[in-house]
């Protein structure tokens, strides 16, 4: 199996299989437009423009389970990520990423690379530590997606190779991808 084995509803809500970028090293993220990790955007954009003619592609899907965050329909989502960041990397449709309703595609993400913990060197790795704890002492030790914007590099192949979470070091992420161009 990989990620190739999965449909998604792009922005405008059509089908869209992911054996469409096959070849291509991908990295699929849960973002959110009111998160203080939006801001990421700038740098994903960098990365996109960067390296996306050497077969580097950002799959962007919003979901709004982090602290209601992705507020808006995909039309209101795209606007602001175009208006504010000037994205041009693929957005999908709003999804689930946990939990019972999560995409497909999310679950087996998650079940190929489970969390890792966060960049201690980060400045909200105690504030998101502390708010998951109050929920779930034993949050670091389940595979879930912990919040916005964590990552997942994929291969040429469509093996998920690597899970970069919120808090990690953009700088890191980019080294990943050029070690798989």
């Not at 606007?79 to 689930?96: H, L, N, V, W």
């Not at 993400?109 to 998951?132: C, I, P």
């Amino acid at each position: 199996m990989s990620v190739y084995d999965f449909s998604v509803l792009n922005i405008a809500e059509e089908e869209v299989s992911l054996k469409k970028y096959e070849g291509q090293v991908l990295l699929i993220i849960n973002s959110a437009t009111k998160c203080g990790f939006t801001p990421q955007y700038d740098e994903l954009q960098d990365l996109y423009e960067k390296y996306s003619k050497d077969g580097f592609v950002i799959l962007d899907f919003p979901c709004n389970q982090f602290g209601n965050q992705a507020p808006g329909t995909n039309e209101e989502i795209l606007s602001f990520c175009d208006a504010k960041f000037g994205i041009t990397f693929p957005m999908f449709s709003k999804i689930e990423v946990n939990g019972e309703e999560a995409h497909p595609l999310f679950q087996y993400l998650v079940k190929e690379k489970g969390f890792g913990g966060f960049n201690e060197d980060h400045e909200l790795s105690a504030l998101l530590n502390n708010m998951l704890s109050g929920k779930d002492p034993d949050y670091d030790k389940k595979p879930s997606i912990k919040w916005n914007f964590t990552k997942f590099l994929i291969d040429r192949n469509g093996n998920v190779v690597e899970r970069f979470e919120p808090t990690e070091s953009i700088s890191v992420v980019e080294d990943k991808i050029k070690s798989l161009l």
